[in-house]
């Protein structure tokens, strides 16, 4: 049986998810939820994600919800199979939660924002803008340093640290026209330029469509 | 060397001493001076680069985010204390959501409501009304969800006490205190029942009898 991933192949938190399975050769079939008429807030939905989110999963009895949750999950579970995305000992693992945890409490909190104002809200409130972007220059910063000696943001390899941002980098880099805050800094843009080039990311992109 | 946990008197800090104290694993404490800006000198940022509390040092390992340092804790300490990720992958599935639950949907307007009701004029700016009525607006949604789902389901990640309860009780200490709004929770008849249970771990209280914020 396959795992049933519930959300749009657009939206930034099913793709998290997305990205996991693709990353870890996991066989998944997408159920189409319809944010544009709020399918995800009627009582059917609301059975599998009390909060009226994207994503849900449901596997066989399994069903599990919050994007990031799933990604450990499956990551966990499939430890051996496709590419390594928790570390190899318990104190590398500790530092890829870290950088999670950073994604979560720093990066999102100013990013979300930025995307609903920027690219879904016809006024958007420009003096939030103006205040979101300083505080995402601050947040880039930190990056900037910690990228300065690390490939990647949890150490040499490519972990779910790193892929937990790609969907809200992709954001910034094309439809919120913020793709400056990358190119000016060396290591965060190569590090952008390095995980958007791996073939899970590129095959995303393509189920997506944009 | 033993483990040292920084800024034990604040709340993100306190999800990691009860993580701890749970598993007896024996630590120290480092006082950080918010006050004086301790946290943003070079060498605290050196420990945490984004400048705020905690920030954990075992040996030489550094680790910083409370949620990721209880994690730590409650992997590198499995078989001692009582078993806060649960049994299996999948109880640690359900872990990991209501860990990110809080995380993601139940701690945002519950810092505004911090902020700005327990800490505007310490830290010196306007105390928005308007925030202060949406946030409790928004947290009194989150709750509900608690309260359907808590019916069914004596802890959040299922018959177990996890990391997920023990994440949500340094701030909502602060909502049945300080803040002044313990209706939240006292007219939630699960959530209440969840909140006391959870509360009167010997665990927590021997976290706040000992860090609590100096009065």
Redesign the interface.
């Known amino acids: 049986m396959v795992v049933k991933l519930f959300g749009q192949i657009k939206a930034g938190n099913p793709q998290r998810v997305l990205l996991c399975f693709l990353e870890k050769g996991i066989e998944f079939e997408v159920i189409h939820v319809d944010l544009n008429t709020f399918e995800q807030k009627k009582p059917e939905y609301l059975l599998r994600q ?2 009226g989110q994207v994503p849900a999963i449901e596997d066989g009895d ?1 069903k ?3 994007s ?3 990604s ?2 499956y990551a ?2 499939y430890a051996d199979q496709g590419t390594d995305l928790l570390g190899k000992t ?2 590398q ?3 890829v ?2 950088w ?3 994604e ?3 990066f999102n ?1 100013v990013v979300l924002p930025l995307v609903i104002n920027i690219v879904f809200t016809p006024k958007f409130d420009v003096a939030l803008v103006e205040e979101l972007k300083v505080k995402l220059d601050k ?1 880039l910063d ?1 990056y900037e ?2 990228l300065a000696t690390n490939r990647y943001l949890a150490g040499a390899e490519f972990s779910l640290a790193d892929l937990t941002h790609m969907p809200g980098m992709r954001y910034i880099m094309n439809e919120a026209g913020l793709g400056s805050m990358i190119t000016s800094r060396e290591n965060v843009n190569r590090w952008w330029n390095e995980i958007s080039a791996r073939p899970a990311w590129k095959k995303l992109m393509e189920m997506a469509a944009y | 060397m033993v483990l040292k946990v920084y800024g034990p008197h604040f709340a993100s800090p306190k999800r990691a001493l009860v993580t701890l104290i749970e598993k007896g694993v024996p630590f120290e404490t480092v006082p950080v001076d918010l006050m004086k800006g301790e946290h943003k000198q070079p060498a605290y940022l050196a420990l945490q ?2 400048g705020t509390v905690p920030a954990v040092v075992d040996g030489d ?1 550094k ?3 409370s ?3 209880m ?2 804790v409650a ?2 300490y499995r078989s001692q204390g009582p078993d806060l990720l649960g049994k299996t ?2 109880d ?3 872990v ?2 209501w ?3 809080e ?3 139940f701690h ?1 307007p519950l810092l505004n409501l911090t902020l700005h009701i327990m800490f505007a004029s310490v830290m010196g700016f306007p105390s928005d009304e308007k925030l202060i009525k949406e946030s409790e607006e928004k947290l009194s949604a ?1 709750l509900d ?1 608690y309260e ?2 808590l019916s069914k389901s004596k802890y959040l990640a299922g018959d177990f006490v996890s990391l997920a309860d023990l994440a949500h009780l340094p701030f909502t200490d602060y909502l049945v205190g300080p803040i002044g709004k313990a209706y939240m929770i006292k007219d939630r008849k699960h959530v209440s029942a969840w909140w006391d249970d959870i509360s009167s771990r010997p665990a927590w209280k021997e976290t706040l009898e000992k860090y609590s914020f100096p009065a």
């Open positions: 009390p909060f399994l599990l919800f919050e990031r949750a799933i450990r999950y966990t579970k318990l104190e693992r500790a530092i939660e870290q999670m945890e950073v979560a409490n720093y909190v947040v930190v340093n910690q | 680069p984004f390992y680790i910083f985010e949620r990721a340092v994690r730590y992997e590198k992958v999948e640690r599935g359900q990991e959501q860990l990110d639950v995380a993601t949907t945002p989150v969800v359907a789902h």
